[in-house]
């Protein structure tokens, strides 16, 4: 009867020698998990900004392709005017080796679209003037389709589709003039093309009853 008392608490004081250890045991079983877990989120996470980061950069270099100058002859009734285009991105995205946080992007991102100003100035020796100005705001260009609306009812009543255009001239059936606006398009955002040359451009003159078309060119090139 001794002997089975003191085997009972030797067994009792081993398991309680032991308790401690395997406590020890399973946090740091937890620690090690709770560890993986949160590498795995912090990949993810980068990952994750490494993917918008990119598309950012490509959306923005179609914006930085799109800006600048541009004009082009348009008869309206017995006036020839200058249609005149001015196209830039609402802010400039910095070039940068350091990796930036989700919110960094997405706020570039939330901010980033074009803005326009558009304009028919006439052509004339004898009369100068601007008529029909018009500003747009929020501009949200379909990257593939090479195209650009510009219409704003609050600020202008006049309509104006841009199409980017590698020729000077107008021409081409509608199913044309699409293939080349996506095909330069394609060549924008792969970086191949740094800047866009002209734009063809669809408009629709508020009270007049005939839409036009234009092809309007880059300043420098017209220099």
Partial sequence: MKRKFVAALALIAFAACDKPSSLDNTAERTKREQDTARD??????AEKAKQMEKELRVRYRFYEAASGEFEGPVKIGRNEFIFSLRVWPSINIIETDRV???EEINQDINNLYLKAQAVFIL???NAKGAYNECFFDQIKPELKAGAILLGSPESCRNIYMLSLADNKKMGGTSAEIKAM?????A???AGESKKIPNFHVAMRIAGEPQAREVMVLRKE???
């Fill in 221 to 223: 090139e017209l220099r």
């Fill in 100 to 102: 930036r946080t989700l």
């Fill in 181 to 185: 606006r996506e095909s330069l398009a």
């Fill in 123 to 125: 052509n004339d020796r």
């Fill in 40 to 45: 795995s989120e912090n990949r993810n996470l």
């Fill in 187 to 189: 060549r924008v955002l």
